[in-house]
């Protein structure tokens, strides 16, 4: 699924492009995409209102809205994208730069859009999602979450990680530990910490926590400026046969946290 860097560029897309912009219509009749909402309760919601801020922790993003009005939460799911068009067809978008394989296209099919907002001006802000796992829905709950991955100060990091007797990976993934670590910024982080993904928390002292912390940010941060998490210095050589661009030693693989996950051997311990 799209991890917090493909999010934090769909939110910059939503900051960019549809802010302070009077909605005039509402397509929510995707009732799976935008439980536990009935189609019409979403667009009565918005309607005449503006979306005021594009906010996000971790994976979770939801816009405030105009006169005191009700937050939207906006998942993407496995591989969705937020796209807005203008009238004169022009086009900004952001999210998961793959769209699952069907990235936007003159000849996308319709019923790939779960979500459409309409400004006045005619220009539209939409929810593309061709796996339909995305969700919309009014006032989500964010009590659960973790502090965001790329804002979280060393201190916290190190005293929320740190705790307990999983190992190191698994606690990453745990989204009320840190929000918005997934599979791959993992891996990509814990190669940079040279941190073997297996090791409990208990085991990590002060020094190897802070090198966790900063081996985050330098990976969120990167994935962010280049298009997602893709696009991290490891994450190519995750699969069989495949080398370590540091040392040259063969990747290994395992099941950590239940996710699959890749390592290099000798470097990290």
Excluded at 109 to 127: D, H, N, Q, V
Aim: overall charge positive.
């Amino acid at each position: 699924m799209p991890e917090l860097p493909e999010v934090e560029r769909a939110r910059a897309t939503i900051e960019r492009a549809a802010l302070h912009r009077t909605i005039a219509d509402v397509d929510d009749t995707d009732s799976y995409v935008c439980r536990p909402h009935t189609p019409g309760q979403l667009k009565d919601a918005l309607v005449g209102r503006q979306l005021s801020e594009a906010c996000r922790r971790g994976k979770a993003m939801w816009c405030t809205t105009s006169r005191s009005g009700p937050l939207l939460g906006l998942h993407l799911g496995m591989a969705g994208r937020i796209v807005v068009t203008e009238p004169d067809g022009s086009v900004v978008e952001g999210g998961d730069p793959r769209g699952g394989g069907y990235g936007p296209s003159p000849d996308g099919k319709p019923e790939w859009y779960r979500f459409t907002l309409t400004f006045e001006s005619g220009a539209t802000m939409r929810l593309f999602d061709k796996r339909r796992l995305g969700r919309v829905r009014l006032d989500p709950d964010l009590d659960a979450l973790g502090p965001d991955a790329e804002m979280v100060r060393v201190a916290e990091f190190r005293d929320r990680v740190g705790r307990g007797t999983a190992p190191v990976k698994a606690r990453l993934l745990d989204q009320s530990v840190i929000a918005g670590v997934g599979n791959l910024l993992a891996d990509e982080t814990l190669w940079q910490a040279r941190i073997d993904p297996r090791r409990r928390v208990s085991d990590l002292d002060h020094d190897d926590l802070t090198r966790l912390h900063r081996a985050l940010g330098t990976a969120t941060r990167a994935a962010i400026r280049k298009g997602g998490v893709h696009t991290g210095e490891v994450i190519p050589h995750r699969r069989a046969g495949a080398e370590c661009p540091r040392c040259g030693a063969e990747m290994q693989r395992a099941t950590v946290g239940s996710r699959t996950t890749w390592w290099c051997p000798e470097e990290q311990v």
